[in-house]
Antibody
Framework: EVQLVESGGGLVQRGGSLRLSCGASGFPLSSYWMSWVRQGPGKGLEWVANIKQDGSDKHYVDSVEGRFTISRDNAKNSLYLQMNSLRAEDTAVYYC?????????????WGRGTLVTVSS | QTVVTQEPSFSVSPGGTVTLTCGLTSGSVSTSYYPSWYQQTPGQAPRTLISNTNTRSSGVPDRFSGSILGNKAALIITGAQADDESDYYCVLYMGRGAWVFGGGTKLTVL
């Protein structure tokens, strides 16, 4: 079964750091771009970052540029999000998602998410 | 800054048809943005409904369809059912690896 499982969320103080992980199973992570998408409490979805199959290309939403770093370890079938200088507005459920190109780009597999709460 | 627009809320009667739209504050949505649609119920992960404007994902009922209507992408639900009551999100691929989600539409079936 194709599956993504996030972990590493929790409560952190403003200005602190947290590292999220996403474990992939049922498919080779190395074959896909991967993204992090977040959802603040009562808010909509927001794409955060993505990373190319070999890690050589990364993109970020402006609000996290310079504070968050996306990375991957294909040998461990794992995706990561290092979050530094956390702000209250980073409080959200963070989902990892598989980017897929099949006649067009879309997200075809989603994890269940991990909650990050930044206390002020 | 690119903003993707969606109706904040919509209501449909059971068995009715509803069209949710996905636009841009500046410019038109075309197939080049690869619009895709996702359904989310509270506390759950998003579920992929439609990719590449009009391709239904595996297991998605055929009452869900997608298209370009005028200058917007559209999700059409024909014969709405009670369990279609959810939040619906579109996302556009802006190129160079970047994505922008719409604000989502809360659909009520009553």
């Amino acid at each position: 079964e194709v599956q993504l499982v996030e972990s590493g969320g929790g409560l952190v103080q403003r200005g602190g750091s947290l590292r999220l992980s996403c474990g992939a199973s049922g498919f080779p992570l190395s074959s896909y771009w991967m993204s992090w998408v977040r959802q603040g409490p009562g808010k909509g979805l927001e794409w955060v970052a993505n990373i190319k199959q070999d890690g050589s290309d990364k993109h970020y939403v402006d609000s996290v540029e310079g504070r968050f770093t996306i990375s991957r370890d294909n040998a461990k079938n794992s995706l990561y999000l290092q979050m530094n200088s956390l702000r209250a507005e980073d409080t959200a459920v963070y989902y990892c998602a598989r980017d897929r190109f099949l006649y067009g780009w879309f997200f075809d597999v989603w994890g269940r998410g991990t909650l990050v709460t930044v206390s002020s | 800054q690119t903003v993707v627009t969606q109706e904040p809320s919509f209501s449909v009667s059971p068995g009715g048809t509803v069209t949710l739209t996905c636009g841009l504050t500046s410019g038109s949505v075309s197939t080049s943005y690869y619009p895709s649609w996702y359904q989310q119920t509270p506390g759950q992960a998003p579920r992929t409904l439609i990719s590449n404007t009009n391709t239904r994902s595996s297991g998605v009922p055929d009452r869900f369809s997608g298209s370009i209507l005028g200058n917007k992408a559209a999700l059409i639900i024909t014969g709405a059912q009670a369990d279609d009551e959810s939040d619906y999100y579109c996302v556009l691929y802006m190129g160079r690896g970047a994505w922008v989600f719409g604000g989502g539409t809360k659909l009520t079936v009553l």
